[in-house]
């Protein structure tokens, strides 16, 4: 079994799941209805002897919906078996694609973030944050236990006289959650970095007014990281980049 996360279902619009192998029989390949608790046998792909690439592809119209393939955290679960006992199975690669909307910035009506900035932020005992030359990347690390929620900011400038849109990428541990928090999410009183919107698993667009220029919080783009439950102890590092896009 494999499990992928991708994030909140809005603004996903289909889920491509790809494994390439064979079997020394038939064997089948499944995604998980978490509407139905249940492995979906409808949209199942049979595999053989031969090495193959198979797909299965969601969409808000296939029997296995998008809102149906990701669970309540935020994963798709997808398995590869064969029928008989004896047999084999060699899998290649899986890998899995998602398809978002376009951010229409004109009716965007921001995040209900007011349960994720009110709660009560560890100062980590270790922690540490670097950033390049150029404060386009940056690496943060801390030690966390089960549970902890962790809080840092990265202060955010525009050099020229026009708002841009920005978009902030990082590579995260998958013991991790993480979370990116624009200004005018939190009530900021005069919010120069807002909007902030996921567009895929650990990414993230949002804009910049040309006034902003890491004066204060009101600059500020939020990075929230929580530990799974799941998650054993330690110190996890989490490193990001920054880009000016052209939408």
Do not use: C
């Amino acid at each position: 079994m494999y499990k992928f996360y991708v994030g909140d279902e809005d603004d996903i619009t289909k889920i491509v799941v790809t494994w390439e192998g064979k079997g020394t029989g038939v064997g089948k390949l499944q995604v998980w209805d978490d509407d139905a608790t249940a492995w979906d046998t409808d949209m199942q792909e049979a595999f053989t002897l031969t090495d193959t690439e198979y797909t299965i592809t969601i969409t808000d119209s296939t029997d296995v919906t998008v809102a149906k393939a990701i669970s309540s955290d935020g994963y798709v679960y997808f398995q590869a078996f064969t029928d008989a006992d004896g047999e084999t199975l060699s899998t290649d690669y899986v890998s899995l694609s998602v398809t978002y909307d376009a951010i229409d910035w004109s009716d965007w009506t921001g995040l209900n973030a007011p349960s994720i900035v009110t709660r009560n932020y560890i100062v980590p005992e270790r922690w540490i944050g670097v950033h390049r030359d150029d404060q386009t990347a940056f690496e943060a690390a801390a030690e966390l236990a089960v549970g902890d929620w962790w809080l840092f900011a990265l202060p955010i400038k525009n050099a020229s006289s026009q708002e841009i849109i920005a978009r902030l990428t990082m590579i995260v541990p998958e013991a991790l959650n993480v979370y990116a928090v624009s200004a005018d999410q939190v009530d900021d009183y005069n919010p120069r970095v807002t909007k902030v919107t996921r567009i895929g698993a650990n990414t993230w667009k949002f804009l910049v007014a040309p006034e902003a220029n890491k004066q204060d919080d009101d600059d500020y783009l939020y990075i929230i990281v929580n530990a799974h439950s799941d998650a054993q102890a330690g110190v996890f590092t989490i490193s990001g980049l920054l880009e000016q896009v052209d939408y």
